[in-house]
């Protein structure tokens, strides 16, 4: 399989992030990957939009030439191709909990924190639009918040005690939020110390940019 994606992509970086814990615990996943320079405009040639019409990162490319879009699709895929180690959880309550923190890690910080990025520091160029990212900075605390109060009770990871999908969505933000200077309060003293434990972590050495 090939996986196409771009460093410090948020959407790439999850998924990537997501491949790197499977292969730490074990899991065979012969994917390799391949580049698509966004900053060139890469994802708008014909090429890509043959994988991808809608011109995004990241895509799996299957062994048959078929493609997969949607990083959370794609983490998905990989979590039935090889169940172990679970990181979506291992029965239906806690793949629920974990797909619900994952949701609101990708809607309420991932998502937020790319519009501020964008509009503000855009690594593709786009005007800056200081009224959007405002906008868009009143709404981080919500999401941020909650998954503060997740983790104040001294939890090593978003959902619990092991690594799941919600913490590579979440440190994929996190990267775009350091790579695009976009402040994460230090007041949440919790993000912080579960952030910098989570990046320190060999399992995903060589993943992160920043
Ligand atoms: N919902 C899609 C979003 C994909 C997406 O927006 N990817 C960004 C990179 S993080 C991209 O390809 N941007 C290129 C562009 O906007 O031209 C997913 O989860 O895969």
């Not at 391949?34 to 939009?49: I, K, S």
């Not at 299957?62 to 979590?79: A, K, N, P, Q, T």
Request: net charge negative; proline share 8%; glycine share 6%.
């Amino acid at each position: 399989m090939k996986l196409y994606v771009f460093p410090v992509a948020p959407n790439p970086t999850r998924v990537r992030l997501f491949i790197a814990e499977k292969r730490a615990g074990g899991a065979e996943l012969p994917i390799e990957e391949v580049m698509v320079n966004v900053r060139e405009g890469e994802q708008n040639a014909p090429e890509h939009r043959a994988r991808n019409p809608f011109a995004r990162l990241p895509v799996l490319e299957l062994d048959d030439g078929r493609y997969l879009l949607e990083s959370l699709v794609i983490m998905e895929y990989l979590e039935e191709l090889a169940p172990e180690p679970r990181l979506v959880g291992a029965t239906p309550l806690e793949r629920a909990r974990v797909r619900q923190l994952e949701r609101i890690a990708e809607q309420g910080v991932l998502q937020v924190v790319s519009r501020i990025v964008h509009a503000t520091n855009s690594p593709l160029g786009l005007a800056p639009n200081p009224e959007l990212a405002a906008h868009y900075r009143e709404q981080l605390p919500g999401a941020l918040g909650y998954l503060e109060g997740q983790l104040a009770d001294g939890r090593p990871f978003v959902a619990g005690e092991r690594p799941t999908s919600a913490d590579c969505t979440l440190q994929a933000a996190f990267q775009f939020a350091r790579f695009g200077k976009v402040e994460i309060d230090p007041a949440y003293e919790h993000l912080a110390r579960w952030s910098d434990a989570y990046r320190a972590r060999s399992e995903i050495d060589g993943v992160l940019l920043t």
